[in-house]
Nanobody
Framework: VQLVESGGGSVQAGGSLTLSCAAS????????MGWFRQAPGKEREGVGN???????TYTDSVEGRFTISRDNAKNTLYLQMNNLEIEDTAMYYC????????????????WGQGTQVTVSS
């Protein structure tokens, strides 16, 4: 199982970026997948996730600005980020949950290496 993120970079506030997470070794559409981020000095936090049925949920701070999608043919997860804010600066990771997104017992069993997003004023 391998997850490889790409697409990070530097952007001005108000700009957009799209992150990708390419999966290998498993079928991404059969798993709950999530995007997470970790800013310097802070704990890793969930950004949002997409379940096997395609349903998505987001943390409040990105709701309406970020969109998670999945290309089953490419086995790739995406995070479209619009109207970026300085507070969005962080290392972004994709991860695979051990069961359905809504299962409170679900943990994580695979992580990518991360891709840096830096938003400046």
């Amino acid at each position: 199982v391998q997850l490889v993120e790409s697409g990070g970079g530097s952007v001005q506030a108000g700009g957009s970026l799209t992150l990708s997470c390419a999966a290998s070794g498993f079928t991404m559409s059969a798993a709950c997948m999530g995007w997470f981020r970790q800013a310097p000095g802070k704990e890793r936090e969930g950004v949002g996730n997409i379940d096997v049925d395609g349903s998505t949920t987001y943390t409040d701070s990105v709701e309406g600005r970020f969109t998670i999608s999945r290309d089953n043919a490419k086995n790739t997860l995406y995070l479209q980020m619009n109207n970026l804010e300085i507070e969005d600066t962080a290392m972004y990771y994709c991860g695979r949950f051990t069961s359905r997104c809504a299962d409170p017992r679900s943990g994580m069993d695979a992580w990518g290496q991360g891709t840096q997003v830096t938003v400046s004023s």
